[in-house]
């Protein structure tokens, strides 16, 4: 079975009415919990743009806070769960700051928690990974921006 193009897809949404197009959305909305999330952080980032981060980083905290880090090998698939949820995070949202600020929770976490202190190499290089993502995310912002992120990197070296 062959999909349409996406141009081909536009194309027939436009023929929709508003009601039709509800009923689509909102239909597309129950096939996954992504779609759902996407959905509700594009409603209502108008109304409160640091929504998408809070909830996010809250997620993340009750992550950390669950996982099990007694032993390198339980700390390790613990940062790389907790990563992947963060990775479905940041599909989320495309602004560039509201990435790189997560990224670096992660990696404050990472370090607050104690995972680094296990000194296993899949945990350091995650955390390498993280923060040369950050560093490449932070490097396409605004100045201003990159002072400020630029001071919480320090913070993490």
Not at 62 to 86: P, V
Not at 99 to 128: D, M, W
Request: aromatic share 10%; glycine share 2%; proline share 2%.
């Amino acid at each position: 079975m062959k999909f349409p193009s996406l141009s081909q897809l536009k194309k027939d949404l436009s023929f929709l009415n508003e009601q039709e197009l509800v009923e689509l959305i909102a239909e597309l909305s129950k096939f996954s919990r992504d779609n759902k999330a996407y959905l509700f952080f594009k409603l209502h980032e108008k109304d409160n743009p640091g929504l998408f981060l809070e909830m996010a980083k809250e997620e993340l905290e009750l992550e950390f806070q669950k996982a099990n880090i007694q032993h390198g090998y339980y700390a390790k698939k613990s940062a790389q769960a907790i990563r992947r949820k963060m990775n479905k995070l940041l599909k989320l949202n495309k602004k560039k700051e509201d990435q790189a600020e997560l990224i670096l929770f992660f990696c404050e976490r990472l370090k607050e928690y104690g995972y680094l202190a296990h000194r296993h190499p899949v945990i350091q290089n995650l955390y390498e990974i993280q923060i040369r993502k950050a560093e490449k995310l932070i490097s396409g912002l605004h100045e201003d921006l990159q002072y400020d992120f630029q001071e919480k990197m320090r913070e993490l070296a």
